[in-house]
């Protein structure tokens, strides 16, 4: 948990401070783009739904080129969290696995089966895209 925090501690850090200067060379294309996902899940849904995202949404994202950094769960605010971090080459590279993914013929009907014998797996998502600064320690997460 306190792993967690710190991580998203950096992570709002490169938010805060990675804007850029009117006039600054773009330096964002060539770096990879990052993307936050936080999905608020219902507590009594929370095994079934780390089951379906462990054994099915991780093999179909696989397929489009997701790739996933690292996965968590929190705690936060008396709510229950999955969060995952990726990481893209490109926004249009992220944008387009997205598309593929959630028009899926696999993955919509998983959705619907799970959903008749469950009901709601996700009360909220948040999405952040996140861009390195020139100055991160780390250009890239994962080597």
């Known amino acids: 948990m306190k792993r967690l925090f710190i991580?998203?501690?950096i992570i709002s850090g490169?938010?805060?401070f990675g804007q850029e200067k009117t006039g600054e060379k773009n330096i964002h294309n060539k770096l990879p783009v990052h993307q936050l996902r936080i999905y608020e899940i219902p507590?009594?849904?929370r095994l079934v739904f780390l089951d379906r995202f462990r054994d099915h949404a991780l093999r179909i994202m696989k397929k489009y080129g997701f790739h996933i950094i690292s996965i968590w769960?929190?705690?936060f605010n008396e709510k229950t969290e999955f969060v995952y971090l990726l990481e893209w080459k490109d926004e249009d590279t992220m944008k387009a696995a997205w598309d593929k993914f959630m028009a899926?013929?696999?993955?919509?009907?998983?959705?619907?089966?799970?959903a008749?014998?469950?009901g709601?797996?996700?009360n909220n998502i948040e999405d952040r895209k996140l861009k390195l600064t020139e100055f991160s320690p780390q250009k890239k997460l994962l080597k």
């Not at 899926?104 to 799970?114: A, G, L, N, P, S």
Request: net charge negative; with cysteine; proline share 0%.
């Open 7 to 9: 991580s998203l501690f």
């Open 14 to 16: 490169c938010l805060i």
């Open 43 to 45: 507590k009594e849904n």
């Open 73 to 75: 769960e929190s705690e």
């Open 104 to 114: 899926d013929k696999e993955w919509k009907e998983i959705k619907t089966e799970t």
């Open 116 to 118: 008749k014998l469950h």
């Open 120 to 122: 709601s797996f996700v």
